[in-house]
C-alpha cells in the first residue's frame, strides 16, 4: 500500500507514546511509574466472582446481541450511581460505551468536521489529543494552574477570539484528579466555567473516570451535577466515567451523558462502530453495582491509594528533594511534576530505564510548547516497596544525568 | 445543539432501519425472520461455562488493561482457526476487535477520505453501507446473481471506470453466505475476482462471519486463503471473521487480517476508539478455543440451521408457491427472495405485523436503485415449529395486499 492510499490523519500517524513505553514496562525488576494502570491486587475478584454467578443465572442475556445503548439493567445501575454523584437522571439518560475512551470516540465522530477547534486543558491525556487530531479537529489548549484549569485565562481567550478560526465548539478537561496533572479543579472554578459556557455556548466535556479516587481533601460535585444550579449550563456538558479505575478496566465498561440530540447520534455511530457492548461484561457489571459489593470494596482501593501516594510524595521529596517540584494529588492515580531548571525529563527516562525504573515525560501530554521539565508519576500499581525504591532510583538516575 | 452543530455526515443521519424493527419484534406471539441473531438455544453453555472457569483462574488477564491488537493467547487461537480454514498465518498477524464490525469500522477510519469510492456488493449488508456513508465514502454497487458477485460485470465496470469518480479504493464482498442474499461465490468466480483484484491494484475486503456455517454443498476457500494461489493477491486483501455466528455474538470477539500498512494504522486508531478489548471475553474465548468443546459443538449448530432452513424453504414454497422465489442457501442465517411482480415488500411487512410475523424488506440492502419485491428473511432465531406457522402467517399476509 502507497502512503496516499490512506485517508490524510492516518498517512504518517503514530501510536499512542505511553504504549510505546509498555515493552520497557515489562523488563524483569522494572518498577514503573508509567502507566495508568490500577493496582491488580485491588481487583475485587470475590465481589466479581458472585456478580458472575448472579449474571451467569441467564445466559442469554449474557450471550446474544443487546441493546445498542447498553443493557436496561446496567443502564439502571449506573443511573443509580449518577444520582449517588448529586446527578438527577433516569436509566434512559445513560449509554453504556466502551470504557470512557469510546464515549470520546463517539462524540468526536458525531461532532468534528476537519478544522473544528476544540478547546483542551494542558496538559491533556494524549488518548483524548491523538482523538481530537484523528479526528482532523484543531486543538487549542487552556491553560491549567494548582486549581485546575484556569477559567480567567480562557474567559480571555474566548473574549479575543482570533478571528482567523472558526469559534471553537467545546472544551475537553478532566476536573477532578486530571490525567495527567493530579489537580482538581475548585467549586468557585467549576461554576465560573459553567457560566462562561453558557454565555458562549460552548459544550463542556466532562471526563470523569477518577473521581471516585478521593483519598484527601472534600468532595467537589461534577460540572453536570453542578450544571443542574446554572441556568442553562445543563444542556452544554457531555459526561463519561467508566468502571476502569474503581472496578477493572478488562471489562471496558464505561457510560455517558449528553443532550438527546447528541446522545441520539452517538447511538446511530455506534450501530457502525461496534454494534452493542458485550452483554456478558454488562450483565457482570450491573450485578455487581446492584448489591452492596461495591460500597464496601472502593474505600480498599482508596485507602491503598491513598498510602501509595503519600510514599510517592515522601519519597519524591526525600530523595530528589528540590530537584523535582509536584502538588501532592487528593485523588486519583496520577502526580505531576517538574524538574529543577535544565533537567530533561526525556533525557532522565532514558538514564531511569538503565536504573530500572520508568515515568512518562511530560511531552506527551502538550498539544504544543512543551514542558519539557515535567513528568507525569503513576502511584497506583507499583507496591508500597516498589515506590520507596522506585524512588530513590530515580533520584540515581537524576544524578546521572545531571552530572 | 443546532443542527450544524454536529459533523456532516451526523447532522440528518438516521439510525439502522433493522434496529428499528426491533420494537415490533418483542411483540408477544410475534414471530420474527427478521433480525440476524443466533438462535439461543444453541448457545453452548455448559462449554462456556467450562471456558470460564478456565479463564477465571487468572483472574488479573480477565480484568486488567490488555494489548491493543488483542490478548496473545486468543490470537495464537484464533491464528489456528485460520489455519485450519486454510489460511497460512502466524499469532501477530490476527488483530482481535469487537465483532467483525469493528474491523470494518476501523479499516473505513483509516483508509477512507470523503468521497472516496468504494465498491460494494448489491445486496448488501446494511451496517456497511451505513459505516461507509458515514466515513463519507461513495458506494458503487456491484451486481450478484446466483453464483455471488459477478466478476465479469465488475470487470467490465473497472475497464469502462467512469472517469468523473475517483479511482475505487476496495471492494467489499460477503463471498460466502452473504447477508442478505445467502449466495455463496463460486471457486471460479473467486480465482477471478482476485486476478482482476491484482490486475486493478484493489483492495478486497472480505467480510466471512457465517463460513463455519456451511450445511449444505462443497466448501469454498475464503478469498484469503485462495489468494496464496494468485500472485500478489494476499496484499490485498482484508479479512474479517467473527465468533459472533458460531459461538455466541455477547462476547463481541470478532478478528482480522490484513497487509502490516493497514494493520499497524488500525492498531493506532484503536488506541483512540477504545484502547482494547475486554480481557475478560478475550480469555475465556481463547480457553474456549483451546478446548475440544468447539469441533464438539459446531455441528448442533449446523444440524439446527440445516433443518431450519429447509423448513422455511419448504414453508415458503407450500405457502406462498409462486408469489414467491428464492434460492436454497447452502448455509449462513438467510434467505433472500422476491415477491412476484406486483408485491411490494414494504406493504406485505405492514400487513404481516399484524398478522404477527417479520422479515426485512429488500429496500434496507441496496445503496440505490432498491428491489422493492425483495425480502431478507432469516431462518436462524425461530424454532421450527415458529418457522411452519410464520410461513403461514406471511401467505395470509400476502393474500391481504395482493387483494
Request: hydrophobic share 45%; charged share 20%; with cysteine.
Amino acid at each position: 500500500m502507497n502512503v496516499s492510499f490512506f485517508a490524510t490523519p492516518y498517512r504518517h500517524a503514530a501510536g499512542s507514546p505511553i504504549r510505546a513505553l509498555f515493552p520497557y514496562m515489562s523488563r524483569p525488576g522494572m518498577i514503573s511509574f508509567a502507566g495508568g494502570m490500577p493496582d491488580p491486587a485491588l481487583f475485587d475478584r470475590d465481589g466479581l466472582q458472585r456478580a458472575h454467578e448472579k449474571a451467569w443465572s441467564n445466559p442469554s442475556a449474557c450471550l446474544q446481541y443487546g441493546p445498542t445503548d447498553g443493557l436496561p439493567s446496567l443502564r439502571a445501575a449506573l443511573a443509580a450511581v449518577m444520582r449517588s454523584r448529586g446527578v438527577a437522571c433516569d436509566d434512559g439518560d445513560i449509554m453504556v460505551t466502551a470504557g470512557s475512551q469510546q464515549g470520546l470516540d463517539l462524540l468526536l465522530r458525531v461532532m468534528v468536521d476537519p478544522g473544528d477547534v476544540i478547546l483542551v486543558e494542558q496538559p491533556a491525556y494524549p488518548a483524548t489529543l491523538q482523538a481530537i487530531r484523528l479526528a482532523q479537529g484543531r486543538i487549542i489548549p487552556v491553560a491549567v494552574d494548582a486549581d485546575g484549569l484556569d477559567v480567567d485565562a480562557l474567559s480571555e481567550q474566548l473574549a479575543c477570539w482570533d478571528d482567523r478560526l472558526s469559534e471553537p465548539k467545546a472544551l475537553y478537561t478532566v476536573p477532578t484528579f486530571s490525567n495527567p496533572s493530579g489537580l482538581t479543579m475548585s467549586r468557585a472554578r467549576r461554576v465560573a466555567l459553567l457560566e462562561l459556557a453558557v454565555k458562549h455556548r460552548l459544550l463542556l466535556i466532562e471526563d470523569d473516570p477518577y473521581s471516585g479516587l478521593r483519598f484527601a481533601g472534600e468532595a467537589q460535585p461534577s460540572l453536570l451535577a453542578l450544571a443542574q444550579d446554572v441556568p442553562g449550563a445543563r444542556d452544554l456538558i457531555v459526561h463519561f466515567s467508566s468502571l476502569s479505575k474503581i472496578l477493572a478496566p478488562g471489562m471496558r465498561v464505561g457510560w455517558m451523558l449528553a443532550p438527546a440530540e447528541i446522545m441520539r447520534r452517538c447511538s446511530i455511530a455506534r450501530q457502525t462502530v461496534d454494534l452493542c457492548g458485550p452483554g456478558w461484561m454488562q450483565a457482570v457489571a450491573a450485578a455487581y453495582l446492584e448489591g452492596d459489593t461495591f460500597a464496601a470494596h472502593l474505600p480498599n482501593i482508596i485507602a491503598s491509594y491513598r498510602a501509595k501516594c503519600d510514599a510517592l510524595a515522601n519519597g519524591l521529596s526525600e530523595s530528589l528533594g528540590e530537584q523535582l517540584t509536584f502538588a501532592r494529588p487528593q485523588g486519583g492515580m496520577f502526580l505531576w511534576g517538574r524538574f529543577a531548571q535544565g533537567i530533561d525529563a526525556a533525557v532522565v527516562l532514558k538514564a531511569a530505564i538503565e536504573h530500572g525504573v520508568m515515568f512518562v515525560p511530560g511531552e506527551a501530554f502538550y498539544a504544543s510548547n512543551a514542558d519539557a521539565s515535567a513528568v507525569r508519576l503513576s502511584f497506583a500499581t507499583p507496591t508500597l516497596e516498589q515506590i520507596g525504591e522506585g524512588t530513590k532510583r530515580l533520584a540515581q538516575a537524576v544524578s546521572s544525568v545531571a552530572d
